[in-house]
């Protein structure tokens, strides 16, 4: 943007009656820069007045965006001291030297930082410790209250009718579960978050449980009546009457026979009379279900739940974050302005509020009283943001708060006006997106909506809305925008679909012309964003996500991770899996996910672990990349084990593009090693349990990467070339099940279950049904209007639908009639010069182990100890030997001893002392007993602890009454030996209850039998 905020247009007077700004924007039409010009001009004239700079407050929605501001004010404050008019430049180097001087008072914040400014300045007022914890997660400690709930109903009958009834009501429209503490925490969480949202109590009707039985019963009485009076019915009618005798009613409510004329009663009038009666009874049975059961018997719980959780969380000193602004509503119902601004020890007169559209009503009714006093003494508040763009009402968010606005600050002067110069996109992508979203067509396209959604709030939001045909930018000529639809009979046929169009499309094309940090990919849900960024990786395509900026949700550390589960617990099958068939394995080995998924599903019953089995099938992937650290785990600490794996399965060669997530990894295993949590089950536990945002990796710079990311998370946002390859409106999916909906009443909500079933018998659920449909469909379209306008360059869009006219994507119908191709593609890519690139991360791809830093020269250890490294390999030697021999019969040794022979011959090893060896436990009257025997033998038999932990047995008998393993040492006799075997002994125990269990160690270098 080239306009500046000091033209002809500034004025240095003060304006003398309170003024009231409302400005309504269009996405890209420079909004914050809209609000950080006024807060400069505030400024000014604030300083020409005498006054303080610490009397203006700008109130952004994200700190991201407060931090930007702060830094848009400081940057055009020094251009205007090193380069206004005189008058104006000794003004502006005054307030940055101020500003900088006493930078804690420049307050520039989102909203709910500032209501926690007041929070924390009143905390003792509010019963809290001068520095209160503040707690993000609510859960635990809720969870804690509903079992303490729980445990006291037996003594408390108020509470245990309360249960009884909310058990009743809950069977009424849902079904039971087993896990009903689960469900029950589920709707305590849901009231308390709406309540804090909301700012207003729960309002609490009588409970009509009784009322509910006496209704059901009435019911039952009426139509087994009316079978009898008229034995010949419709057979759906007969149905319906037969549901509502053995008392099924919420069956009976989904009959399409409640509205349908009944002829066969025409000739019956006083069995019609109990059919109207039935109908009647049956709107009384819906409201109760659907207000009474909850409103009573749900928030009388809710209340005691709510009451136990607020002295929990003063008692420990806890604040919840969702609470601020309810905490600050109702400080500032007790204390009055003035005595809330000296608390803080600061007041306002100017305030700015960037995104207002966003803003929820509490955080409203929050500062409405602050506003209210800095109005009422010739202050000012300035509000800009665009109701298009109002996507949050599931934070408590309401898309009618311009029009609220404006009626509540008549009283003062108020001035509105509305941006439209776009500057973000190019020409044809904002023509686009004025056909797409023209009055015109989103009245044809509420045409083809059910019914019941409105479409006279969606309009008037819509209205006025278009960009001015000339862009803002100076380049903004050109603009292209591709849509297509992708049809597919299911989800999977869909997805495969717009996964073929996609890769090519940025593989081929865009990444030819474009840098991939230029590509972002946005979706509604984070599962398609999770799916995306997976295809993106398989391709080897740099990406950068919500999924891989949190540790625990990157796909490559999950194989590294499930790698680790299997070290730690080989007989756990699942971690093997997911590991084998995980990117990394895949790109270092060259095998196939579905080749591995069609050997996983051919394996035999009763086969052994699966890694036994994949270490058959292919033993040289085996050797090369699994077999060492299955052996050295529990030897090897962490963050070398780690480092180890890394470089064998050659990611820093294949994933260069992901290096801060595998640095990120080691960091954490050192960290554990410096806690001196060393052991990979400890670990693994740490990434288990470890708040999952202490895992999301902070770049210091833009990453050369694709952005996946949510449209929700791409708001204020914009990028060259923009993907949507799940672009979809489903508004009449809204409705599906119950939910909650609520009704206003004075400063109390009143919360009722909805279903569309009850909806059919009461009219006030049919009312609430439309409005809150309308609202929900305008909240939706808001979310599609901000993905089509992030695009700077390109805009290409993907409308999957399904083959079935009845699911059809109604997003489809805003582009039907238009074309599929708008403008010529954009400039081919310019690579950015050396000295230009960001950060970038200086490592090689390899990392030289930590121990070949600390010696002058790598030895091996034959060289250092060869009597010891002999001893060694020898042991290994005979242990793979004598694992190839079973239960021996007599007249065999030779046989035996000659294909022995051969596998030893095979892996080039000396057989003369092997043989030496053989001989000896064959023929020795203290051994040969272990190999001449009538009891089941196993040889390296893995058996697991309870915990999880595998053991490997040299040699184990099982006979009838007795149990025998033995373990071979080559080396000297060394006490943990003796503890060996002794575990090997408590583990059999555990399995052969009724048998003895002994246990032997044969010291094969002086052939020594040691009974344990």
Known sequence: MTDNPWNSSFSPQIKSPPHVFLVRSSAGTGKTFELTKRFLKTLFEVKQKQGDFTTLIALTFTNKAADEMRQKILIELKKIALGGEREVREIASSLLQEIIKNYSDFHISTIDSFLLSILLASSSELGFPPIPQ????????????????????????????????FLLSYSLTRTLSIRLKDKMLEEMKTLWEKEKERGFELLQIPEEGNRLHTLTEEIQQLADEILKEVPILDENFSNLLEKLRRGNLKQAMRSRKWDSEIPELKSKPHSLKKWILIKKKMREWAE???????????????????????EKAKNEGIIF?????????????????????????????????????????????????????????????????????????????????????????????????????????KKYILDFVNAVFSTENLSKWLKELPEEIEGKDILESYQGGEFNPEPGRDDGEGGYVEWRI???????????????????????????????????????????????????????????????????EHIL???????????????????????????????????????????????????????????????????????????????????????????VLQVWENFPHQTPFFLFLLEKAKEREIEGENTLDSFLQFWDKEDPKNFLIHLPYTPEAIRVMTIHASKGLEFPVVILPFATLEPGK??????????????????????????????????????????????????????????????????PTSSKEKQKNLAISLFEGKPEIWGVKGRRKEEKKEEEREFTFPLTGKLVPWEKKIVREEKRIETLFPSYSETLQKGETIHRILSHVGKVKEGEENKILSNLEKITEKEGEDWTAIKDILNKLLHDPLTRKWFYTEGEVFTEKEVCDQEGNLFRMDRLIIGEKTVEVIDYKLEEEHPHHLAQIENYKKLLAGIFPDKEIKGYLVYLGTFKVKEV
């Open 557 to 647: 550390l999950r194989g590294i991770i499930e790698f680790l589960r299997f070290l730690n617990k080989p007989t756990d099958d699942l971690p093997f899996v997911s590991f084998i068939t995980s990117d990394i394995f895949l790109k270092c080995t060259g095998l196939k996910r579905q080749e591995i998924f069609d050997w996983l599903q051919n394996l035999p019953e009763g086969r052994g672990y699966i890694y036994r089995e994949f270490q058959k099938w292919v033993p040289h992937l085996w050797k090369k990349y699994i077999d060492y650290f299955y052996k050295s785990a529990g030897f090897l600490p962490v963050y070398d084990l780690v480092a180890r794996i890394l470089k």
């Open 486 to 552: 992708i049809e597919g009979a299911n989800r999977e046929e869909r997805e495969e679909k717009i996964k073929e169009a996609l890769i090519p499309l940025i593989k081929e094309d865009l990444l030819t012309r474009y840098l991939p940090e230029d590509i972002a990919i946005l979706t509604r849900k984070n599962e398609e964003g999770a799916l995306v960024t997976q295809w993106l990786i398989e391709n080897n395509l740099p990406v950068i996500s919500s999924q891989t900026l949190n540790a625990k």
């Open 288 to 310: 109760l279900v659907a207000f009474h059961s909850e409103g009573g018997s749900l928030v009388g719980l809710f209340r005691e739940t709510s009451r136990r959780l607020e």
């Open 734 to 799: 809204l409705t599906h099940g119950s939910r909650y909906v609520w009704e206003k009443k004075t400063r109390k909500f009143l919360p009722f279950r909805y279903s569309r079933d009850l909806a059919k018998f009461h009219p006030k659920l049919n009312h609430l049904e439309r409005e809150w449909r309308s609202q929900e469909t305008l909240s939706e379209l808001n979310v599609f209007y901000v993905s089509l306008t992030r695009a700077r360059d390109e805009l290409y869009i993907f409308l």
């Open 321 to 425: 974050l969702h609470t601020i602004p309810y905490l600050v509503n109702k400080f500032l119902e007790t204390y009055d302005v003035p005595q809330a601004f000296f608390f803080l020890g600061e007041k306002f007169h100017y305030y700015f509020i960037d995104e207002f559209q966003d803003t929820s009503i509490l955080q409203w009714s929050t500062l409405y009283p602050l506003l209210e006093e800095a109005l009422a003494e010739g202050g000012e508040l300035f509000c800009v943001g665009d109701t298009k763009q109002a996507i949050y009402q599931f934070r408590g968010g309401d898309i009618t708060l311009f029009r609220k606005t404006k009626e509540e600050m008549e009283r003062f002067v108020l001035a509105e006006d509305r941006l439209t110069k776009n500057y973000r996109s």
């Open 134 to 165: 503040i707690s993000e997660n609510v859960r635990p400690h809720l969870e804690e209250v509903v079992e303490e709930l729980l445990e006291d109903l037996s003594q408390d009958k108020e509470l245990e009718k309360h249960l009884e009834n």
